[in-house]
């Protein structure tokens, strides 16, 4: 019965190919997020899904294409992966739509990515 | 823009005496602000926030934190720390006045280890 759950755990792959990550969420929330975390544990938003629809998107490779098939799910395809794209990727949730900005975020266990 | 600091990125204290984790923000309008937890490999657990009202906020496990609105400050106590509290802690800020008043802004993390 896992909130936001996140497929996979972990994810060793070489440089140029392409992977993708999964979440989904249980809670009913209306918004996903995707968030990279680096090796000095900084926190940064990648991109946000409000209802199926694209709300935020920060400043990120094209290589990087979120897709949500449903309000439960916000999947992150990467292509053709970097060195530099090792990190910790999480998925989060909340409730609300444009104007939720004071529900909390409710995050999935992370997907930790190594680049070879 | 909003952004928020986290001034020590390390914080070690006795156990059974007061912890505090400090936290500042900046932002043009009003702020919500949120305080997370990073247990090691884990994802970012919600410990409180602060919307309006009180300036004293109660969380999960102990934690409190009080708003200081001339400080432009929201530091993380207890009164009693446990070994169990030691992790990363997460200050982060959303501006009610940006366009992207849906995007939380995390700081730098500070990494709590209480001593027995």
């Known amino acids: 019965d896992t909130a936001v759950s996140q497929t996979p755990k972990y994810l060793v792959t070489q440089m140029g190919n392409d992977k993708s990550i999964k979440c989904e969420q249980n809670?009913?929330?209306?918004?996903m997020y995707w968030y990279k975390q680096d090796s000095k544990k900084f926190l940064k938003i990648m991109f946000s899904?409000?209802?199926?629809?694209?709300?935020i998107n920060e400043t990120v490779p094209n290589r990087f294409s979120p897709k949500s098939p449903d309000k439960a799910h916000l999947n992150l395809h990467i292509n053709s992966l970097e060195l530099g794209d090792s990190a910790v990727y999480f998925c989060?949730?909340?409730?609300?739509?444009?104007?939720?900005?004071?529900?909390?975020?409710?995050f999935g266990p992370g997907t930790r990515l190594l680049v070879l | 823009a909003q952004s928020v600091a986290q001034p020590e990125d390390q914080v070690n204290v006795a156990e059974g005496n007061p912890l505090t984790v400090k936290c500042t923000y900046s932002?043009?309008?009003?702020?919500?602000l949120f305080w997370y937890v990073q247990y090691p490999n884990r994802g970012l657990q919600f410990l409180l926030k602060?919307?309006?009202?009180?300036?004293l906020v109660k969380g999960s496990y102990g934690f409190e934190a009080e708003f200081n609105k001339s400080q432009t400050s929201f530091h993380l106590k207890k009164p009693s720390a446990l070994v169990s509290d030691s992790a990363l802690y997460f200050c982060?800020?959303?501006?009610?006045?940006?366009?992207?008043?849906?995007?939380?802004?995390f700081g730098s993390g500070t990494q709590l280890t209480v001593l027995p």
């Open positions: 989060a949730s909340s409730r609300g739509g444009p104007s939720g900005s004071q529900e909390t975020q409710y």
């Open positions: 932002v043009s309008g009003n702020p919500y």
């Open positions: 602060y919307i309006t009202g009180d300036n």
């Open positions: 899904y409000n209802n199926k629809e694209l709300i």
């Open positions: 982060a800020v959303r501006d009610l006045s940006s366009g992207s008043a849906r995007q939380l802004t």
């Open positions: 809670l009913g929330h209306d918004t």
